[in-house]
């Protein structure tokens, strides 16, 4: 059988306490994967470590435990590999939006001439509706502005995994969701493997194709992954209009509202076992459809 592009494996963090003898275990035994060209969201309350686990697959924080690999090879060190947009623009105030991506692609391609890696920005700059604002200093856009060249900026590196810590949590209804179209178009068009945080349901349902339920921290686990079975490409007009799109939604505001503080206490209390997680789940069949992840 073909390996998981993705594989995570046990995956566990912990963080000493001063002045008490054990630590804070803020995720363990963390198991789940992904396929090439899956977009793949990740839901649970604040403290639960989503954005500790992004890091770790980004390379920029070391797990206590546990393994990441990556189409075969084990994740240890941040690399191009794998492009992060992060909450914030993190753009470079002092350059223009355009050579915030060619300083980029530079890094990714270092043997490119000027002219190709130029081309290249601009490609990805029109690709975001930005090709106006290519000179401009950050200063001089908005929020959502910023927030696309980010977008631009990661996909002209052409990362084999694109890892995206709430990109639109900060930005107005109307921004948010044009840039959520944005981001459908270009990923359907490129079959970009995504792994993405999110607060927002709504979201996770319009973007992915699984999304993972986090329960509730410390000691949080993935304890299921919600097979999104609704056909590809999708319109935000027309999706509320898909028999599984309230199955869905339904089910995933149970689980945060009840569900994840409920698994939570059972854990703690030993009367359920983490070592059959995550389960799969489709809501839009019975029950009965649970079934343990492959690992």
């Given at each position: 059988?073909?390996?998981?592009?993705?594989?995570?494996?046990?995956?566990?963090?912990?963080?000493?306490?001063?002045?008490?003898?054990?630590?804070?275990?803020?995720?363990?035994?963390?198991?789940?994967?992904?396929?090439?060209g899956e977009f793949v969201c990740i839901i649970g309350h604040s403290g639960c470590g989503k954005s500790?686990?992004?890091?770790?697959?980004?390379?920029?924080?070391?797990?206590?435990?546990?393994?990441?690999?990556?189409?075969?090879?084990?994740?240890?060190?941040?690399?191009?590999?794998r492009g992060v947009i992060f909450q914030n623009h993190s753009l470079l105030p002092w350059l223009s939006a355009q050579k915030n991506i060619t300083?980029?692609?530079?890094?990714?391609?270092?043997?490119?001439?000027?002219?190709?890696?130029?081309?290249?920005?601009?490609?990805?700059?029109?690709?975001?509706?930005?090709?106006?604002?290519?000179d401009k200093k950050p200063s001089e856009l908005s929020g959502g502005m910023k927030q696309r060249v980010g977008i631009a900026r990661a996909f002209a590196i052409e990362p084999k995994?694109?890892?995206?810590?709430?990109?639109?949590?900060?930005?107005?209804?109307?921004?948010?969701?044009?840039l959520q179209d944005q981001l459908i178009e270009i990923c359907d068009r490129t079959q970009q493997s995504t792994f993405m945080i999110t607060h927002d349901i709504d979201e996770a349902i319009m973007l992915s194709d699984k999304i993972l339920l986090m329960s509730n921290g410390p000691q949080a686990r993935v304890v299921e992954a919600i097979s999104v079975n609704i056909p590809k490409p999708r319109n935000r007009a027309e999706i509320v209009k898909h028999p599984a799109y309230y199955k869905i939604r339904n089910y995933l505001v149970d689980f945060l509202v009840n569900r994840s503080e409920e698994i939570k206490a059972q854990l703690i209390n030993n009367t359920i076992s983490d070592k059959d997680f995550p389960l799969v789940i489709d809501p839009f069949k019975s029950s009965s459809s649970k079934k343990k992840v492959q690992q």
């Open positions: 059988m073909q390996p998981k592009f993705l594989h995570i494996k046990k995956l566990s963090k912990s963080f000493p306490i001063k002045g008490q003898k054990d630590p804070l275990v803020v995720f363990e035994n963390v198991n789940f994967s992904m396929d090439k500790t686990i992004l890091n770790a697959l980004a390379g920029l924080d070391v797990p206590t435990s546990g393994t990441i690999e990556m189409k075969g090879l084990m994740i240890t060190d941040p690399s191009l590999d300083m980029a692609i530079a890094c990714r391609y270092p043997k490119m001439d000027r002219k190709n890696i130029e081309e290249k920005a601009r490609y990805f700059m029109e690709m975001v509706g930005l090709h106006d604002a290519m995994l694109l890892l995206m810590d709430e990109p639109f949590g900060a930005l107005d209804a109307l921004t948010r969701g044009k």
